[in-house]
């Protein structure tokens, strides 16, 4: 628990006066320390008991409160089976790779019975992001929130809200997720779907067992109200709504937006968003609904989790109100709600894009099939990103870098494809084998990337969200087909782009985004979907350091879990 503000993890009534708080106390960057406690807790669920691992036995865990400007120093001490480490899903971490987590690319997994403390300066970022185990699948539920308050006496760029709440979608299985996890690996195959869907860790009312575990917001009539919406889901993009209210969209992955009203949202996992809802509806009940996206034939867990809006003085009788979401399928949707996404670009809150590029790269998204000794049927499925599949080391990449180790990998990752090809034409069934490879591309610092993420119809085309450690970037440009670098180009924005660390790969279309390399270290580059993330689907960036020691990786905490 966090020895400032501790009382931030209690009731919403507590994380009133938590936030009233925050923005009364004297204008100073304080440090904040946290213990995670890695430990295994049974819970009930859809009728079904099962361990399950937790941070402070929390499911999900703590929520990590902060401002901008505060160092956080959060001591993780494993006391389960597996080894855990743990990552700050959009905290830049500049010139501390140490901290960001992902086991065997920044640090090696913190063993049974050890420790290891997170020490994480937030640098110029406010808003809303969240932590998560990064080892195995073990996020399913080892995954919180991380709420980042504006700097004292700086409001939001919007109206104050009376109350916030977080809302955490997340995916549920009855089974023990690592082995269901290993039964699909001896498979070579897709392992079982999720059961459920579940906010804040409770699937509502439309599962079975499940009245009690329902997640349920109480507001008062005519009050505005910040909703911290994040996607934990391992592998779904997901829709959210409540009945018979807006969702004004004013922040994405902790990075003011130009507002604007909907009445749903479109959510990837690893995104987060924040929405203003007025309860401004004839006082009753109203359903809160998560349910997936998927436009590609791709089977989903199809499920609706649920949470309830509830006015003030209603009994829990009445009967709520479910909201009109949009089909499983709706492209259209899609597009049109991610199309109206818009940085705010003011003078507090510029969108620095970068207008002049010194590195283009083009990489294709492509699923594929190789041969398998240990699998059932002699192959697997897999996945990569310009035909290379990622092999994790042994040791952590950030290590192998900063001490010259050799033999751990290459920096010739290529820019792009080795062969070109018709990337969403008809399915392509044939010559599905990729290369294996620990390969890696290098970045000059400070230098300008522009990075063509192109989906193909290698066995199927389907939406990635792919998420960059380390940086934010720009998502200049996307489009469905074959991105044209003669045509397109000309129609990126430039001016306004929305800022993010995460960004969903449209099925059977392409996206470009832009980042200045100004962070040096190992940054990990993956899809967020954990199958393909299992698969093979990422690779990472090596950025050079810069040329003074200000500019350059910190040496490594003396803490760092051994390999």
Known sequence: MAKTNSFCWGSSALLFLCLVGFFSTPAKAALKTYQFDVQVKNVSRLCHSKSIVTVNGMFPGPTVYAREGDTLLVNVTNHAQYNMSIHWHGLKQYRNGWADGPAYITQCPIKTGHSYTYNITITGQRGTLWWHAHIFWLRATVYGAIVILPKQGTGFPFLQPYKEANIVLGEWWNNDVEEVVKQGNKLGLPPNMSDAHTINGKPGPLFPCSEKHTYALEVEQGKTYLLRIINAALNDELFFAIAGHNLKVV???????????????????GQTTNVLVQANQAPGRYFMAARPFMDAPVSIDNKTATGILQYKSIPNTVQPVLPQLPALNDTAFALSFNAKLRSLNTAQFPASVPLKVDRHLFYTIGLGINQCTTCLNGTQLTASLNNITFVMPQIGLLQAHYFNTKGVFT?????????????????????????????????????????????????????????????????????????????????????????????????????AIRFRADNPGVW?????????????????????????????????PTDLPPC
């Not at 995460?502 to 279309?509: L, N, R, Y």
């Open 251 to 269: 922040e994405i992955d902790a990075v003011y937006t130009k507002p604007f009203t909907s009445q749903a949202i479109l959510i990837a996992p």
């Open 411 to 511: 920096t010739d990752f290529p820019d792009r494809p080795p062969t070109p090809f018709n990337y969403t034409g008809a399915p392509l069934n044939a010559n599905l084998g990729t290369k294996l490879g620990t390969r890696l591309s290098k970045l000059a610092f400070n230098s300008t990337v522009e990075l063509v993420l192109q989906d193909t119809n290698l066995l199927t085309v389907e939406s990635h969200p792919f998420h960059l450690h380390g940086y934010n970037f720009f998502v200049v440009g996307t489009g469905v087909g074959n991105f044209d670098p003669k045509k397109d180009p000309a129609k990126y924005n430039l001016v306004d782009p929305p800022e993010r660390n995460t960004i969903g790969v449209p099925t059977g279309g392409w996206v």
């Open 524 to 556: 990990f580059m993956h899809c967020h979907l954990e199958l393909h993330t299992s698969w093979g689907l990422k690779t990472a960036f090596v950025v050079g350091n810069g040329k003074d020691s200000d500019h350059s990786i910190l040496p490594p």
